[in-house]
């Protein structure tokens, strides 16, 4: 089940940024398809823990690449991994103690992560090119 559909607009054109925003759409799609299956077994279990860890990754690699550069939108870019971050650990939590999962907290994510490239990210991704790739 596809319920994050990779699109030209999404790109940033920094490619392990592009490949690892890839895989999490990915992740997402992996939830979605043991969602069809079951709310709370353990491949749903083993797809939101591989989310969680591949997200976690990914979100340390941008935040160490924005404080490189010294980007000035980092403090607020970090609340928003954050939060994403802590929405997963509820889950996470929730699962553990048996509770099923909503199938539509897929359709979440692949919202989030959409909106996030496109405004968050795409907000660092111009500062680094008006800052260091047009000198
Ligand atoms: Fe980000």
Same mark, same amino acid.
């Given at each position: 089940m596809?319920? $994050?559909l990779?699109? @030209?607009? /999404? *790109?940033?054109?920094?490619?392990?940024?592009? $490949?690892?925003?890839? @895989?999490? /759409? *990915?992740?997402?799609?992996?939830?979605?398809?043991?969602?069809?299956?079951?709310?709370?077994?353990?491949s749903v279990k083993e797809?939101?823990?591989f989310l969680a860890k591949y997200a976690l990754e990914h979100f340390q690699m941008e935040e160490h690449f924005m404080g490189e550069?010294?980007?000035?939108?980092?403090?607020?870019?970090?609340?928003?991994h954050a939060r994403l971050m802590k929405r997963v650990q509820v889950l996470q939590a929730r699962l553990a103690q048996g509770k099923p999962m909503a199938k539509?907290?897929?359709a979440f994510f692949a919202g989030w992560l959409k909106h996030h490239i496109c405004e968050t990210d795409m907000?660092?991704?111009?500062?680094?090119?008006?800052?260091?790739?047009?000198?």
């Open positions: 596809t319920v $994050a990779w699109n @030209s607009r /999404f *790109e940033t054109g920094i490619h392990v940024v592009d $490949a690892q925003h890839k @895989s999490l /759409f *990915e992740a997402v799609n992996r939830l979605a398809v043991s969602l069809g299956s079951e709310t709370m077994g353990d797809s939101l823990d550069m010294a980007y000035p939108g980092l403090t607020a870019h970090i609340v928003e539509d907290v897929t907000a660092y991704v111009r500062f680094m090119k008006v800052n260091y790739q047009e000198r």
